[in-house]
């Protein structure tokens, strides 16, 4: 106390002008409009510069928490992009029971959300493809079989067999899962067949890696009599339930017919850049585990689908 006493004894004179410059600042500002305008927009200058730098540095230590949020709103708006398995099938495209309690049911409902095959009820759309967000932790590119690392695992909901994709469109499949990460084959391996289509014409094909330049891939299978143009859009088929129909490969870089082949040789340039991919997507599948119970038990290999 009695050096706090001493300091403000020793430096009065500055003390007592530093306060009647303020109250002769507030004074003046109180009394003037046309001062009280210039101290009011001079200070909304400073003092929004301030609170701008400290809103950039409270957000940068929120980026995380920023980026997870707008990978679980872009996940939501994604899925919105992928058909149902069975969205097309109309309501009354199934024969049904022609018995009367049939009927009346059906005209009470008009064009339900179910379809009634007898006296049972079958979804007429199955959910969309659900999708998880997940972030890329590490990776290999220059090898022949690639592998990517996901920060997502069996607590996300992730399962091995899912198909992942991106926002520039697909990546690989799940290959094995722990509680919170996943190991995935990427497009980039020479076990992954992914059944493709040309867009334009609906040429259906199988999309190989060759384990050279990781930005190309070929599309096998595409018949010599097919015409096929330069910048063609490939997308995915459908024709296995690893991926939604209509999710981007990559384009037609170029094609060559060979002599002693009934197919075009297609090089595909890929959509997805492996070398700075970021964000990803697991693509959970529903009518997946019926489908490959039946094909196992026919002894069928979905098209396009290898299991590396």
């Keep these: 106390m009695n050096n706090l006493l001493a300091f403000l004894f020793r430096y009065r004179g500055i003390l007592v002008f530093a306060v009647l410059e303020v109250l002769s600042l507030y004074l003046l500002i109180r009394n003037s409009t046309y001062q009280r305008a210039a101290f009011f927009n001079s200070s909304n200058a400073y003092v929004g510069q301030v609170l701008d730098?400290?809103?950039?540095v409270q957000d940068y230590f929120r980026l995380i928490e920023v980026n997870q949020g707008l990978m679980q709103e872009n996940a939501r708006l994604r899925q919105q992009l992928y058909r149902p398995d069975l969205s097309a099938r109309e309501a009354d495209s199934l024969p049904v029971r022609k018995d009367s309690l049939t009927q009346a049911r059906l005209a009470r409902l008009g064009r339900p959300d179910s379809l009634l095959l007898g006296l049972r009820q079958l979804?007429?759309?199955?959910?969309?493809?659900?999708?998880?967000?997940?972030?890329?932790?590490?990776?290999?590119?220059?090898?022949?079989?690639?592998?990517?690392?996901?920060?997502?695992?069996?607590?996300?909901?992730?399962?091995?067999?899912?198909g992942v994709i991106s926002a520039a469109g697909v990546v690989g499949r799940v290959k094995v899962t722990s509680e919170h990460y996943t190991t995935i084959t990427s497009v980039l391996h020479s076990k992954t067949r992914i059944s493709a289509r040309i867009q334009r014409d609906g040429t259906i094909g199988t999309v190989r890696w060759l384990g050279e330049d990781p930005t190309y891939v070929l599309l096998d299978e595409v018949p010599r009599q097919n015409k096929l143009v330069r910048?063609?859009?490939?997308?995915?088929?459908?024709?296995?339930?690893?991926?939604?129909?209509g999710v981007l490969i990559g384009t037609v870089d170029s094609f060559v017919r060979e002599p002693?082949?009934?197919?075009?040789?297609?090089?595909?340039?890929?959509?997805?850049?492996?070398?700075?991919?970021?964000?990803?997507?697991?693509?959970?599948?529903?009518?997946?585990?019926?489908?490959?119970?039946?094909?196992?038990?026919?002894g069928v290999l979905p098209e396009g689908e290898g299991k590396p």
């Design 123 to 162: 979804p007429a759309r199955d959910p969309d493809y659900p999708l998880i967000p997940a972030r890329v932790v590490s990776g290999t590119l220059r090898r022949v079989d690639n592998y990517l690392t996901l920060n997502a695992g069996t607590v996300d909901g992730v399962k091995e067999g899912m």
């Design 231 to 245: 910048g063609d859009t490939v997308v995915t088929s459908g024709y296995n339930a690893v991926f939604p129909e």
């Design 53 to 56: 730098w400290r809103n950039q």
């Design 260 to 298: 002693d082949k009934n197919f075009w040789t297609v090089r595909v340039r890929l959509a997805v850049d492996f070398a700075s991919l970021k964000y990803v997507y697991l693509v959970t599948s529903r009518p997946k585990a019926e489908r490959d119970t039946l094909e196992a038990r026919a």
